[in-house]
């Protein structure tokens, strides 16, 4: 009767570890999935950010700003869009190889001297 209830005692202790230990590795597998979402958000947001810079210091001419984000000439689409392929390690690449893609067009604005352009990064 008392090795029954010993034996019982360490089955129990055992079974709150192994369920412990589960959610502990639940929380740490969650903490690296929006570390890595994270990440993956601050160098789209720097990407953006950047080109951007670019767009303003090129004071809205799309071929400078094209030549200064440094893109393959494929790149430009008939004037009116630029896209930057990135790879997984968001080093540029060619567009065929891309894992995200920096997309800037045009927006239309009706003041004279002000350029406007829409920045979306895709995944």
């Known amino acids: 009767m008392k090795s029954t209830l010993f034996l019982l005692e360490q089955i ?3 079974l709150v570890f192994a369920i412990t230990a589960a959610v502990c590795v639940h929380l740490f ?3 690296h999935l929006a570390a890595k979402a ?3 958000l601050n160098y789209a947001l720097l990407a953006a950010q ?3 810079e670019v ?8 071929q400078l700003t094209a030549d200064l984000l440094d893109v393959q ?3 430009i689409v008939a004037d009116t869009k630029i896209q930057v392929a990135y790879d997984k390690t968001w080093q540029p690449c060619p567009i065929t190889d891309a894992a995200y893609l920096l997309e800037l067009a045009p927006v ?3 003041i004279s001297g ?3 352009a829409q920045i979306t990064v895709y995944h």
């Open 12 to 14: 129990l202790a055992i």
């Open 29 to 31: 597998v969650g903490s």
């Open 38 to 40: 994270n990440t993956e």
């Open 50 to 52: 950047n080109s951007a």
């Open 55 to 62: 767009f303003k210091a090129a004071q809205g001419d799309w």
């Open 73 to 75: 000439p494929q790149a």
């Open 108 to 110: 239309y604005s009706d």
């Open 114 to 116: 002000l350029s406007r």
